[in-house]
């Protein structure tokens, strides 16, 4: 049985998509404790904002917005071929996992750590793996309602927005309806979970925060452009692993789906 579920091309190819999808949005919630500077990893100078009242803010962003390009791309393609519901499914699926990930996290924290792994074998600049353990994994803790949030209603915006422009555009302009949809998505997303994660559990002045959040989402706008090509080439992919047919007819029941 289970060798006639793989060997279904939609249910593998959902396999595959639902994969990619939910550990990227893991993998992103896990390393978006860490903010950087974007300026200095390019080897750009030092921008200097001023923002409601503060002054010399420059472009940083949360790490967990690396792997956002994955998920923007496996989002609209999942829309194309299984429509709003296989987008929510996956959504609140990854939620779930998410949620279920930092419950680990939390469990595994309050273990008591055994003194011969705390103190010895340390890397350079740690004292203590106890304490860079919780630093790295507890961070997230207070922002986990934030992220989530923000995630589930992202891509529930990002399927309805996507599937309403499908129908005036048909098959044509896939790169506006995969574009838009995901601009206005992760503007909701990177308001909401930086807001959150940041302004009320981290106690960041909201300049900095407003600045963060604009900042993300910036690189969101620009990356959900140069993105375009990588759907169209993925599209391509996948219109000729299931073939024309079958394509046409995910497509068609996609739409139909609510």
Do not use: C
Not at 79 to 85: A, I, M
Not at 217 to 237: N, R, S
């Amino acid at each position: 049985m289970i060798h006639n579920i793989i060997k279904d091309k939609p249910t593998r190819l959902f396999i595959i998509l639902g994969g990619f999808f939910i550990a990227n949005a893991i993998v992103a919630e896990v390393t978006g404790v860490k903010v950087f500077s974007l300026e200095d990893t390019l080897g750009f100078p030092k921008a200097s904002i001023d923002l409601l009242g503060e002054k010399g803010l420059s472009f940083s962003l949360t790490v967990g917005v690396i792997p956002w390009p994955v998920i923007f791309v496996m989002t609209d393609i999942i829309n194309e071929y299984y429509g709003v519901r296989g987008v929510r499914f996956l959504s609140i699926l990854t939620v779930a996992l998410i949620a279920f990930a930092f419950i680990v996290f939390y469990l595994g924290i309050h273990t008591v750590p055994d003194n011969g792994w705390r103190y010895r074998g340390l890397s350079p600049g740690v004292t203590d793996q106890q304490a860079a353990y919780v630093q790295v994994l507890g961070q997230g803790m207070n922002i986990i309602i934030g992220s989530i949030t923000a995630f589930l209603l992202g891509q529930l915006l990002d399927a309805v927005i996507f599937k309403k422009i499908k129908k005036i555009t048909g098959e044509k302009a896939i790169w506006m309806r995969a574009t838009i949809s995901t601009l206005a998505s992760q503007f909701i997303d990177s308001i909401v979970v930086t807001f959150v994660a940041f302004y009320l559990f981290r106690d960041f002045s909201l300049a900095t925060v407003t600045a963060w959040a604009l900042t993300a989402y910036m690189y969101k706008f620009l990356v959900a452009v140069l993105m375009t090509p990588v759907i169209y080439l993925v599209h391509g992919i996948i219109e000729r692993y299931l073939g024309h047919d079958l394509a046409k007819n995910m497509k068609e029941a996609a739409m139909r789906d609510k």
